[in-house]
């Protein structure tokens, strides 16, 4: 995705295409259930259960039928065209006398999609405009106290830029003193 591409449920330009969502109400429902309010699954179909029974008299139905409907229709919501890789692995170390577990003489698949890729399409997404530091952060209460919020809110986040801040400010260094 490139940094002017719109975000994916608004492609094709068509205001009214929420693809995979089948309407903005099921869209802002998604994100409010998933993201904002990051509800439990358990609670999600509680919810949904009173939202059916609440519509049931006017024979329609809530955006989704189930935290399984919802979680599909999440997980089908295109972000990119980030492909799917894998490669198959198996234990290669020192079996245990005895009974060997199953996993030790299996061949296990591992799937994954090209992480660089796909945080690359992360910032070129203006939905994430804001959303998230891009550089370490240390936060103090008037007690002194540390607040972490998040990953880069971390002490080893923190230690990584100062880190690596330091060595680049020692290599400029030694390239002028040579």
Request: glycine share 4%; charged share 25%; hydrophobic share 35%.
């Amino acid at each position: 995705m490139q940094s002017d591409t719109p975000a994916p449920h608004r492609l094709a330009n068509n205001p009214n295409n929420w693809a995979p969502y089948e309407s903005r109400l099921e869209f802002e429902t998604a994100e409010f259930l998933f993201k904002r309010n990051q509800m439990s699954a358990g609670d999600i179909d509680v919810l949904l259960k009173l939202w059916a029974a609440s519509l049931a008299k006017h024979k329609d139905s809530p955006p989704f039928e189930s935290q399984a409907d919802l979680y599909n229709t999440i997980d089908s919501t295109l972000l990119g065209d980030v492909n799917w890789e894998s490669f198959s692995l198996r234990y290669n170390g020192e079996l245990p006398e005895g009974d060997i577990p199953s996993w030790m003489k299996a061949e296990h698949d591992v799937w994954f999609r090209d992480p660089q890729t796909l945080v690359k399409n992360l910032l070129a997404n203006p939905d994430f405009d804001g959303e998230f530091d891009y550089s370490p952060v240390q936060e103090y209460d008037t007690a002194g106290n540390h607040r972490f919020q998040d990953f880069m809110s971390g002490d080893w986040a923190w230690k990584q830029a100062v880190r690596r801040s330091f060595l680049h400010s020692c290599a400029c260094l030694l390239t002028i003193c040579h």
